[in-house]
Every structure is written in C-alpha cells, then in structure tokens.
C-alpha cells in the first residue's frame, strides 16, 4: 500500500486578511494601555510633587509668620483709688514751757496719762517774785498817798487862785503834780499786775484735753521763764482724739484732690482693719520740688487706737472722670515717637498710640487710643513694626475669655 499523505488545508486569501487585522488592533490596544499607565503614573508624580512644593511653601509662610496671643482691653478699670503714704499727726501738739522761774515744787502727771483742759501739771515754786511782788504792792500804796497829797495841793490851789492869793504859775505846778503822781500810781498798778501775773504761772495748767507724751522735768529742777534756748520744756501735750494726716497727692491727681473725698486708713499693725477719715483741706500749691500737692486727712480717734507718729497707706478714692479701658502692662511698646500698642486687624498688626492714665502694676489705664473690641498683642517683640503679618495663637482664645 502506498504511503497515504496528508493534505495541508489551503488557506483562503480572505482569512488571512482577517488573522492578520485582529492581530494589529490587539497590539494597538495594548500599545495605549501601556501608553495610559505611563501617563497616569507620570501625572501622578507630578501632582504629588506639586503638592509637596505648595505644602513646603504653606509651610515656609506659616514659618515667617508672627504667631501673637491677643487680649481685649477691659472695660472696667481695678479699682478707682490711689494709695500713698502717711504719718498721723496729733491733732493739737504743743509743748508746755514755764512762763515764771524758779524751782520746780512738784508735778503731777506723767507720760501716757490724760488731763483735762485746766488741770494742774506742775507748781513752781517762785520766792523771788513773791518779794518783788510785796515791793511793788508798797510802792503802790506810797504812790496812792502821794497821789491823794496832790490832789489836796491841786483843789486848794484852784480855790486860792480865784482869789488872787497865790499866783497862776503856783497853781498851774499843783495840777500838774496831781497829773503826774496819778500816772506813777498807774504804773506801778501795772507792776503789781504784772507780777501777780508771773505769780499765777507757779501754777502750770493744760491748755486742751489731751495725753502728756513727755515730762522733761522734775521736783527741785531749776526753771527758766519762756521758750529761750537755755530754757526746755517742761511737758509735751498732744490732742489725740482726732489726727491729722498729710498726704502728698502726685499731680496728675491733684484735681480729684478736693475736700470732702473720703479716704481710708490702713496699718500694719491693724490687719483687716480699715480707718475712716475725711480729706478737708489742700494746700493749693504744687510742690516744684516733688509735683505733688499736699492735703489733710482728718480721722477721728476717739479710742486712741491710733497713735500720733504711726505710718499709715491713705486710700483716696479718685472720681472716674474718663472712660478708659485697662490693659496689662506687658502690652505696651516703648518707642521713640512715644507710647504705642499693637492691635491686629486683618491679619496685620497696626501700632496705635496710647495715653496711659493710672498704672496699677501688672496693668495700665489707658485714656485714649483704644476700644474695648480692639485685639491687642500681649508680649509684642521690640522689633514688632505696623503692616506686620500675624497669626493668632491657640492660646488667645484662652486669654480672650478671661
């Protein structure tokens, strides 16, 4: 048997078109998938590229730019007062000086004790005014008669003259004789009175009620009459019921300064209590030395609590005049051109001049330059300058609401 072969399927023209048209349109296709991802994945990294590029410059700005803590000035002020220093003073305060000499006899109060006005202090003990007084009396007496004489001599004289017994000249001699001894009565009238006088100031009285805070004497001391430098005060006498304090007002103050402004008193050594007094008088100058005006506090001590000498803080309370808001005091700017702030609006800071009225401390009053609604920088830096960009920090939502 022969070899059977097996014919091959002849292909026909028109298949072999279409074989080869399926082939190219998969390649195609294959081709602009590959030519999709190239350009998906290229886009991507582009995009992620910008993106970093525009985060590093959000961040480089956010970097340079000022984060502030903001604050808003408060409306209502601390307090409305001023507190100053002050020394009470006794209301009355004299010294007792003796008006006579001699020797001391006895004395009857000493320190720390109350008299009252016309109490006896001391007594003096004064032998020689007592003889010149005795003198002074005799002389009186001598000088009466021969007053008495002259008159006698005058009335006979003006009889004989009518007369023409004795003569014109005669009786013009008597009557001025008469004249003359009723002027050397009156003078030694006036001797004796001034020694009595003398005599009377053996006796060393008080003047006022008050408290005796010194007594420089005692009994057998030689006293010297008057207030002369050899002499020294027998006692020191102080009104204490009522003292007076002097207070020097600054004088920015000084209009608020007025009588009638009531004013508290606070000492060390009372904790927690407060005295009562009245400012009722100024002295309508200001010191050119220390700009301040001084003023009177009177307070009433009617217990003696209060002791003349004593250091006091005079709390006035000032009249609140002008509407001011109050900031802390580490918001302020010291610059050349003057005093400044810095308030935020639209994302910049703007530098606005201020005028401070009372400085509290830790917070100043300012008169002018704000208002309550104004975003003020809290610890600006020295080189902070107006057009400043700023960004608020987390912590002036905090600051805001306190």
């Known amino acids: 048997m022969g070899t059977q072969q097996t014919e091959r399927p002849k292909l026909i023209p028109a298949q072999i078109n279409s074989n080869a048209g399926c082939l190219g349109v998969g390649a195609w296709i294959a081709l602009a998938i590959v030519l999709l991802a190239i350009t998906y994945v290229v886009y991507n990294r582009m995009q992620a590229r910008a993106t970093a590029s525009n985060r590093l410059v959000r961040a480089a700005d956010e970097a340079a730019t000022l984060v502030v803590i903001v604050v808003h000035p408060s409306v209502t002020a601390p307090r409305q007062e001023i507190v100053l220093p002050g020394n009470t003073q006794a209301f009355i305060d004299s010294p007792v000086y003796a008006r006579t000499s001699g020797y001391l006899k006895q004395w009857h109060f000493d320190i720390g004790e109350r008299v009252k006005k016309g109490e006896l202090l001391a007594e003096i003990e004064t032998p020689e005014i007592d003889q010149q007084l005795q003198q002074a009396g005799a002389d009186l007496e001598a000088a009466r008669a021969n007053q008495r004489l002259a008159e006698t001599t005058a009335d006979r004289w003006r009889s004989l003259v009518k007369s023409n017994s ?212 809290l610890d600006p830096p020295d080189s902070l300058m107006s057009s400043t960009p700023v960004r608020l920090s987390s912590h002036s939502g905090e600051a805001l609401a306190r």
Do not use: M
């Not at 002369?228 to 020097?248: C, G, N, P, W, Y």
């Not at 600054?250 to 060390?268: C, H, I, K, R, Y």
């Not at 400012?279 to 009177?296: K, P």
């Not at 309370?317 to 900031?327: G, W």
């Open 166 to 377: 004795v003569s014109k000249q005669e009786t013009d001699q008597a009557v001025s004789n008469l004249v003359a001894q009723k002027a050397t009565v009156q003078s030694h009238e006036a001797e004796v009175h001034r020694l009595e006088e003398l005599q009377s100031f053996e006796k060393v009285t008080a003047r006022f009620d008050g408290v005796v805070t010194a007594r420089n004497t005692d009994v057998g001391a030689l006293i010297d009459a008057g207030a002369t430098a050899q002499s020294k005060e027998l006692f020191h006498l102080a009104a204490i019921d009522r003292l007076r304090v002097f207070v020097a007002v600054p004088e920015v103050f000084s209009n608020a300064a007025q009588p009638g402004v009531t004013a508290a008193l606070t000492l060390d050594e009372f904790p927690g209590r407060v005295f009562h007094g009245t400012l009722v008088r100024n002295s309508n100058a200001i010191d050119t030395a220390s700009r301040t005006l001084t003023v009177e506090v009177d307070v009433d001590n009617p217990t003696g609590q209060l002791l003349p000498g004593a250091y006091v803080s005079v709390h006035i309370t000032l009249p609140r005049k002008i509407r001011s808001v109050t900031v802390p005091a580490n918001t302020l700017l010291f610059r050349r051109e003057g005093l400044r702030v810095g308030v935020v609006r639209g994302g910049r800071v703007e530098l606005r001049p201020v005028t401070i009225g009372r400085d509290y401390g830790s917070a100043v009053e300012i008169v002018s330059g704000l208002q309550p609604s104004d975003l003020v920088v």
